[in-house]
């Protein structure tokens, strides 16, 4: 890291924002995005249909990017994919068929659509997919091209490798030649797409800056790395993980109104910096929003809350998600827009309301929701439930034919017997 403040839009926003962890030329760096446009790009696998909120700080970067006049490259993992990237990784993933990775690349391309602008234009974002090239290659073609260019010391030093190891897991030699394809994935797009810059999460430092060598090294070009901190809550969690599970980003996953949740229930210390990663509120806005006394905190979530939906969703999901969370919660009403599971009317009708609470998603189990009872945090129809024994009648589904279930004060569903 340069002692000298920057430069470059760029790279002044990313450290004023908290994206900068670790970059390996940053004064070259800093040159570059001030003269002229930097190329970057970001890659990410199509494991899933759907990316996560651990995955938005990377998009948000390829935001920023844009924002600061340059042009940013969403490069997806066709051909990773079927190898599997071991970084923090006990086991190989499994294998996906081609046209189930292909189909979740088609879905995850949505979302990235609502953050950055596509098109032709010089500082328009393009999607490529890495399986264009290293599909292309045959075995021997790979090894006589690149396998020289990488000693098995240094392989075996990197985090992903070193660690799995100690833990005495076993790294396929599939998986080993992960950061070999992700440092080729560069040299490539440096040749095609003059990209320069190579950012990703601080777990991939080793295989980004394998790629910077290669490129320098093969090429003798240049070519920057930079990596973002290891994104934790204030609580110590991964972020993007939940009780409930992954906070998905496409709304086939997870509805405007659970992602809208998320947010607004975050830790109180995280506010400040997921405002200034995840929104694009001017920094003074976040520091009077962060600043905020006592209660005030729970203006400054819901701003969080509304900033980041309204990104992802639009406008009026947002609202209609504030909407329903207000009403249910600071008002006690019940709203179409709440989350709504339905579960058989035998399994309701009769049964303890841990069970029902569990079955909804609220609990991970029957134990938790009994203690949840016991301490006053559980309520059926808005009323506290203090034996999650207890057991549910027909009386207690109101005339739309749902009951209320809540888990402490930010957990509602409404639960539908059918």
Do not use: Y
């Given at each position: 890291?340069?002692?000298?403040?920057?430069?470059?839009?760029?790279?002044?926003?990313?450290?004023?924002?908290?994206y900068i962890h670790q970059i390996t030329h940053p004064t070259e760096l800093d040159e570059a995005a001030s003269n002229g446009i930097v190329t970057a790009y970001i890659g990410f696998d199509a494991t899933a249909p759907s990316l996560h909120v651990g995955s938005l700080i990377q998009i948000m970067m390829l935001r920023r990017l844009q924002q600061a006049g340059h042009k940013p490259i969403v490069l997806m993992g066709g051909g990773t994919t079927k190898v599997g990237d071991p970084t923090g990784k006990d086991a190989s993933r499994p294998h996906l068929s081609d046209a189930l990775i292909q189909a979740n690349i088609a879905s995850i391309k949505t979302v990235f659509e609502k953050f950055l602008t596509f098109g032709d234009g010089p500082t328009d974002a393009i999607m490529l997919d890495n399986d264009a090239w290293l599909s292309s290659f045959g075995y021997v073609q790979f090894l006589r091209d690149f396998g020289t260019h990488f000693t098995i010391n240094r392989m075996l030093a990197f985090d992903s490798v070193k660690l799995r190891l100690e833990r005495e897991q076993p790294m396929t030699f599939l998986e080993f030649n992960y950061m070999l394809?992700?440092?080729?994935?560069?040299?490539?797009l440096n040749r095609m797409r003059g990209c320069t810059l190579q950012m990703?999460?601080?777990?991939q430092w080793g295989n980004i800056t394998s790629g910077v060598d290669l490129v320098r090294r093969v090429d003798q070009k240049a070519a920057f790395g930079l990596t973002t901190p290891l994104l934790t809550t204030a609580s110590g969690g991964k972020m993007g993980k939940t009780a409930q599970g992954a906070v998905w980003l496409n709304a086939e996953q997870l509805s405007p109104y659970d992602y809208w949740q998320f947010w607004r229930n975050v830790d109180d210390a995280d506010v400040g910096k997921f405002l200034r990663l995840f929104t694009d509120l001017p920094l003074d806005e976040i520091a009077r929003l962060e600043a905020l006394p006592g209660a005030g905190i729970n203006d400054a979530k819901k701003a969080l809350a509304d900033a980041a939906t309204t990104m992802l969703h639009g406008a009026d999901a947002a609202a209609t998600a504030r909407g329903a969370a207000e009403s249910a919660f600071e008002k006690g009403q019940l709203s179409a827009d709440l989350p709504t599971v339905e579960i058989a009317r035998d399994e309701v009708i009769g049964a303890m309301v841990a069970a029902v609470t569990t079955k909804a998603g609220l609990t991970a189990s029957n134990g938790e929701a009994r203690r949840l009872a016991q301490g006053g945090g559980l309520r059926l129809n808005d009323e506290a439930i203090a034996d999650g024994a207890r057991l549910i009648e027909a009386s207690d589904i109101n005339a739309d034919g749902v009951l209320k279930l809540a888990a402490g004060k930010k957990k509602i569903v409404l639960v539908r017997p059918v």
């Open positions: 890291m340069s002692d000298q403040p920057f430069k470059s839009d760029f790279l002044r926003t990313l450290e004023a924002r908290g394809m992700q440092s080729v994935d560069f040299l490539e990703g999460g601080s777990d």
